[in-house]
């Protein structure tokens, strides 16, 4: 089979449009994959889009509808006609028209709701009451719960009954008499065993769970250390209430890391892809840290107009201003982004804050006495003097070691006040680098040349 | 049921450890997940580490060794019970046994290799002929293949005879008579067919799978796009050779997370976590970055130096020199990290440069603009001189434009070239921007201010 190729499957598609063959093209639908009839929706008009929409299965196109934007889904919905739009939303699971209708405008949210089957109102409204990015938010209603008490036979039978609807299936939840959930069998165990076989004996009871109100970055750490493809949601008095899938944790740890990255790059996370951003929406994200970051820099004129008289007298010393900030920003950010990393990891707590003060001090000196020596016989060569270089090199090691603590440290004290560790960003440690580099560099300088 | 609490199983266990009531401890054990366990373990020291895998069934230790650094997996099984370690390599799937022999010294993989079932050491020699980071390196052979023709009674009755010993099994795969992967069928289907029904006719045949020399980053991409649980793997003939499952997808998106957030912060990717990592490691992953920025940065001392007379005739023109490297570097690290962020998702691809750089060159101007206006006034306030505010300003709106266009089209060009986009960190893309910005200022200060 190999990789598929889904260029030539859209070229194919749109000569069969163009000459509207729509049985062939019904035909390549159906050996289509839902996200692939997706991608070549986004390269097409609205009439073609609605005329590929017709000739696929109804469940083919409610998979397919998943894969687009937002306004797309509604969009496409709203303009298809009405009965063609009431099946495919009726094939839809529960948790996707909820996302839906929350992420679009409340008065489309109502056309929306007007079309879906009156037994399915109940479920979306439940899940609308939870945060999107809550283990609430992401689960999805459609798992198969049985009762302790039943033999594999009658598990089997109702499965029969009820799974065809349900398209997570590979587990079965076992419930208590009062909703709580007491056990986890797979399909496979059950195929496995015998048919007069009560299902608590053959159930795990060691699940795992996650409260319906954690957060979804919860969810996903879960799912990682303990290896899971489905984990189970309870609400506050253990009762089964829903389930979280494998692939849609993916996207969680995708969109974190993504938060992440965008934070650390120094503006606040899109909500859109890059290319579906508007000019506006990229300025207003960026500009407010660049004016926050440049008050604060504000303080380095500051410092160096201090220092003007020591400046006008050593021309040479401002020679090595923009090493200082640059290098105790490298190695700032070097230190942050480790540590920030860890913690979204969960691999270091902020228990951990003196071992990492520890360890940072000791590669900090490090690479601060490295960076020293090569600042010493650099500053030497540009300005030969003894006296500045002995300045720089001492400033170089201490502008190190400060900046790698400040680095380490700042992600640790913000998530012990409960700031997200990723604004310490680049910038920002930069930034309190320089202040105290600029500062520590006019001292040393003052002291060791002797200028009043 | 509620999240577990780890801490309190954990206090537990140690209090029959130190009890030697085993038969608690054993009872306890049952109750816990294997990952549960292996956090347990990492707390205690080797006898009672050997004390409570033995205390356990078979395939929980083998499942809870898995959990654990190879170097403690190595250790536990080498000074394990002979019998008893060779039982518990039986059980370990061959991917997570191949893993760990490519993982620890040859000497000592022998010494494991010697301990596997014959029938086992194939399987494994397989697995370990692809690297580790390629669908091949990560995929796991417990599958369940079938042959077309069988009916789903067969299929089963198959099921029943091979399944107790496969662990991945929400999913049957269909090859032809040459092992072709020609369909995948879930148990929850087969579970829902007439007995008689022949496999092919409910078999769906447009199955996703990647190539066994892919990336793993692809197998990743694939099976987020796709909404996969499970990813069949093929060789170049489109035969079936393995699975990847989404639980070891999660930790690949994590792992390549991880790995651009330390390119990002300008330190080469650490193979261990922060607190595993030795003082040397660390110093190492640092010192090389450090050296090499502070190489290219050392021009920003021959471009002051150059302007030696003209700094010291208006010293304060010396006050703003950290304003501009710094603001730069800021807009700069922001423009790169959207973009490096989009390539890394597939949002944005080479093809689209020019788009990126007309966004870019828009939004950088608003930017600039507004920047410009705040560097004037501030600039006035500070020096208090039009001709030096004016410098400020021009300097900081070609600075803004300059750096946002470098900082967004350098991961590009990097991606066209074949070099990781993630190297154009926040770091290197600072101090490209200081030698431009630099030049930038003093030409136009000496030019404004009419200095020779």
Known sequence: MGERNIVSFKESAEEMLASQDYEALRELLEELHP???????????????????????????????????????????????????????????????????????????????????????????????????????????EYIAVRERWTVERVIEHFRKVGRKESIASYIYVVDNIGQLVGVVSLKELLLSHPKTPISEIMHTNVVAIPVDADQEEAAKLMSQYDLLVLPVVDSRGRLVGVITADDIMDVIEEE???????????????????????????????????????????????????????????????????????????????????????????????????????????????????????????????????????????????????????????IIGSKLGIDPAVFSAPLITTVVDIVALTLYFNIATLILGIK
């Open 257 to 411: 890391s993504t938060e992440d990255i965008h934070k650390l790059g120094g503006s606040k996370p899109l909500d859109l892809p890059y290319m579906h951003s508007s000019l506006i929406t990229l300025f207003s994200k960026r500009i407010n840290w660049l004016i926050f970051l440049f008050a604060v820099q504000a303080v380095t004129s500051n410092i160096l107009k201090h220092f003007q008289s020591v400046l006008s007298s050593v021309v040479a010393l401002s020679f090595f201003i923009p090493l200082f900030t640059d290098t105790g920003g490298n190695s700032g950010t070097q230190a942050s982004s480790l540590i920030i990393r860890s913690l979204a990891l969960g691999e270091v707590t902020t228990k951990d804050a003196t071992r990492i003060l520890i360890k940072e001090l000791q590669v900090s000196a490090m690479l601060g006495a490295t960076m020293g020596i090569v600042g010493y016989f650099f500053a030497w060569a540009v300005a030969g003097s003894v006296e500045i270089a002995i300045a720089v090199a001492i400033t170089l090691f201490v502008v190190l070691v400060v900046s790698s603590t400040i680095g380490a440290m700042l992600p």
């Open 35 to 141: 996200y692939e009839v997706a991608t070549l929706l986004e390269e097409l008009e609205e009439p073609e889009q609605l005329i590929i929409l017709e000739l696929m299965s109804t469940d083919m196109a409610a998979e397919t509808l998943e894969h687009l934007e937002y306004e797309d889904q509604y969009r496409l919905l709203d303009h298809l006609e009405d009965t063609v739009a009431r099946k495919i939303i009726a094939a839809m699971p529960s948790d996707v028209i909820a996302d839906l209708v929350m992420a679009i405008h409340p008065h489309q949210a109502q056309k929306i709701l007007g079309m879906v089957p009156e037994e399915y109102l109940q479920k979306i409204e439940y899940l609308m009451t939870y945060p999107e990015d809550s283990a609430g938010g992401i689960m999805s209603l």
